[in-house]
């Protein structure tokens, strides 16, 4: 039988799983990220919305490359973390690159 809350039952019934648990973790890298350059708030739900998603589909794979100390969540607070940084680089060399050919630069 259902409890009666609909999608609100199935919701917690998620937040509780440890999938969602791993998502929250690579969303609260994120969030680190944010934080730590001081960021406005769109580009701020930006990386919480990367760190999730991140996290959701690479940290089950990559587990196995972290010591076995480390849990599901933690891999997925680095993978969250790791994947804004590198995105974040990406963006800044694209962006470098594109100034300075506007410039005339070689």
């Known amino acids: 039988m259902s409890s009666g809350f609909g999608f ?3 919701f917690w019934q998620w937040l509780k799983s440890d999938h969602a648990l791993i998502g929250i973790s690579g969303a609260a ?3 680190a990220r944010a934080i730590a350059l001081r960021e406005p708030v769109k580009r701020s739900m930006g990386y ?3 760190g999730f998603l991140s996290a959701e589909f690479l940290a089950r794979d990559a587990t196995q490359f972290f010591p076995k100390q480390i849990s599901p969540t933690g891999a997925g607070f680095l ?3 790791s994947a804004i940084f ?3 680089f990406l963006g800044d060399f694209i ?3 594109v100034t300075r ?6």
């Not at 050919?101 to 070689?106: A, F, S």
């Open 79 to 81: 993978i969250g973390a």
């Open 86 to 88: 590198l995105i974040g």
């Open 8 to 10: 609100l039952g199935e």
């Open 95 to 97: 962006r470098f690159y």
């Open 101 to 106: 050919n506007k410039r005339g630069e070689p």
């Open 29 to 31: 890298g994120g969030a």
């Open 48 to 50: 919480i919305f990367v």
